[in-house]
């Protein structure tokens, strides 16, 4: 069995990086144009929590005068990936990614700024530590619920995210 070598300075090395605005826009720009233009923000990110924002904007509305669902579908799989992007950043050995599902139900219209939470940062990074341990691929879902202004709940999500360590055969 191969331990996991995530250290926390690894996990706090990346917290670091996406807190600080101008180099998450700058990595938004090169690697997601799309979440740039929506200005999805980091509220806050640490080892259990992420919170991630989408304004209600020209770019993000839809004909309904609200935002549109597809921007806040990338808000919540943004809160739940970053968990997963800490958990597997400068990892050895390397673990893949992916979302193979997604789930949404919508309560109200999100007429204004939608703050995503996903709180399942533990157990994502055991089902990572699981998929290197055994040496097979794992999935969990992760669960975001949107919030508008009011802490009225305006979406939830249930992202389903595979891991799989590479050159581990």
């Not at 950043?89 to 193979?100: F, G, N, T």
Request: proline share 3%; glycine share 4%; net charge positive.
């Amino acid at each position: 069995m191969q331990a996991l070598v995530t250290t926390n300075s690894s996990a706090k090395t990346f917290f670091n990086l996406v807190n600080n605005p101008i180099k998450f826009r700058l990595f938004l720009l090169q690697k997601l144009p799309a979440a740039y233009f929506a200005a999805l923000r980091v509220e806050e990110v640490n080892e259990e929590v992420a919170i991630i924002s989408v304004p209600f904007k020209w770019f993000t509305k839809n004909p309904f005068r609200s935002t549109y669902f597809a921007c806040l579908s990338m808000a919540a799989e943004m809160s739940t990936g970053i968990l997963a992007l800490a958990n597997i950043y400068k990892l050895k050995p390397a673990v893949s990614m992916l979302i193979v599902s997604m789930e949404g139900k919508f309560y109200k219209k999100a007429t204004g700024k939608t703050k995503f939470v996903c709180k399942d940062g533990l157990a994502i990074k055991e089902t990572i530590q699981k998929a290197i341990s055994s040496k097979e691929s794992q999935t969990i879902t992760a669960k975001s619920i949107g919030y508008n202004a009011d802490n009225e709940i305006v979406a939830e999500f249930l992202c389903t995210w595979s891991f799989k360590a590479k050159g581990i055969n």
